[in-house]
């Protein structure tokens, strides 16, 4: 079964940090693109962080300087350290595996995605 799960969410005053976890199962993790976005109330869902099989990072403008990804290929994990939050950045963050093979080669996924997780920075 391909599944993404994401934990870490949850309640933080401002300038402080969290650390989300996206654990993935059915894919080959090890070559597969990996990103954290985030889907704001009334907002479009936006791209924060990605990091290739390869170790290519890139960030948004919004996360240079305060979030960290990161990726575990052994633990088949992603992980979004997130330091300094502002309540700017309170969303659901959601765990994204760009054209993810499955185990075995036998299909392959334009896009997979996680359930989320909230995250609520207060002022």
């Known amino acids: 079964q391909v599944q993404l799960v994401e934990s870490g969410g949850g309640l933080v005053q401002a300038e402080g940090s969290l650390r989300l976890s996206c654990e993935a199962s059915g894919i080959i993790f090890s070559i597969t693109t990996m990103a954290w976005y985030r889907q704001a109330p009334g907002q479009q869902r936006e791209l924060v962080a990605s990091?290739?099989?390869?170790?290519?990072?890139k960030y948004a403008d919004s996360a240079l300087g305060r979030f960290t990804i990161s990726r575990d290929d052994a633990k088949r994990t992603v992980y979004l350290q997130m330091n300094k939050l502002k309540p700017e950045d309170t969303a659901v963050y959601y765990c994204n595996a760009d054209r993810a093979y499955a185990l075995g080669y036998r299909d392959m996924y334009p896009e997979v995605w996680g359930q989320g997780t909230l995250v609520t920075v207060s002022s």
């Open positions: 990091i290739s099989g390869g170790g290519t990072i």
